[in-house]
C-alpha cells in the first residue's frame, strides 16, 4: 500500500469516526429534547436526582413513560365529572369550618379521581412519578400538598399551609378533570415523543 492509498484510508476512517460521534451526540440531544418537551420541568428534577447524569435521568424518565403507558388510563363520564365537581365544592365550603378536614377530604377525593382515571394506587413517590407524564405542569402542586399534609399529621400545620394545600390540590384536581390522558400523551407524541412510543400508546 503506498502512501497515497494509506492516507486516504485513514482520512476515511476519520470522517466516519466524526460522523458517528456527530451522529451519536445529535441522538443523544434530540432525546434529550423529546423528554425535555414531554415532562418540561419534571425532566430538570430527574437530572437533578440523577445527580446531574443526565443519561441516567433520561433512562429513568423512559421507563416511566413505558410504565404509564401501559395503564389502562381513560376520561371521566359527565356523571362522574358532576359528582366530583361537587365533592370538590362541598371539600371547598367545608375549608371556612374546618381546614383540618377540608384539607383530608380533598386529599381522598384527589386518590378517588386518580383511580377512577386509572392510575394504580400506590406510594407517593410513584404516583407522583406517574402523574409527571400526563400532568407535568401540576405533579409539583401534588408534591407540596402531600408535604404539607405530612406537616398536618404531626400536628406542625397552620391555616395558612392548609389553604396552600387546597390551592395545590385543586391545580391537580382540575386538571385530572380535564381532556382524556390518552389523547394527551398522543398529543405530545406528535410534540415530540418517539414511534417507539407512539406504537406503546
Known amino acids: ?24 451526540l445529535v441522538g443523544r440531544n434530540s432525546r434529550g429534547g423529546r423528554l425535555r418537551r414531554i415532562f418540561g420541568p419534571e425532566y430538570d428534577r430527574a437530572v437533578e436526582a440523577a445527580g ?22 381513560h376520561g371521566l363520564s359527565k356523571a362522574q365529572k358532576r359528582r366530583y365537581g361537587e365533592a370538590w365544592a362541598h371539600a371547598q365550603a367545608e375549608f371556612m369550618d374546618d381546614p383540618h378536614a377540608a384539607v383530608r ?17 400506590t406510594d407517593f413517590d410513584q404516583q407522583a412519578e406517574d402523574l ?50 390518552r389523547r394527551r400523551m398522543r398529543a405530545q407524541d406528535r410534540r415530540g415523543g418517539t414511534s417507539h412510543q407512539r406504537a406503546a400508546a
Open 1 to 24: 500500500m503506498d502512501d497515497m492509498t494509506l492516507f486516504l484510508v485513514v482520512a476515511i476512517a476519520a470522517v466516519v469516526i466524526v460522523a458517528l460521534v456527530i451522529a451519536l
Open 52 to 73: 446531574g447524569d443526565r443519561r441516567e435521568a433520561e433512562a429513568a424518565l423512559g421507563r416511566r413513560l413505558a410504565r404509564v403507558r401501559a395503564y389502562r388510563l
Open 105 to 121: 377530604d380533598a386529599d381522598k377525593l384527589l386518590g378517588e379521581v386518580l383511580q377512577a382515571r386509572g392510575y394504580p394506587l
Open 132 to 181: 409527571s407524564v400526563g400532568h407535568p405542569r401540576v405533579v409539583e402542586n401534588y408534591r407540596a400538598a402531600h408535604a404539607i399534609a405530612l406537616k398536618e399529621d404531626e400536628g406542625e400545620a397552620q391555616t395558612e399551609d392548609l389553604r396552600l394545600a387546597m390551592t395545590h390540590c385543586r391545580a391537580l384536581f382540575d386538571d385530572l378533570m380535564g381532556e382524556a390522558p
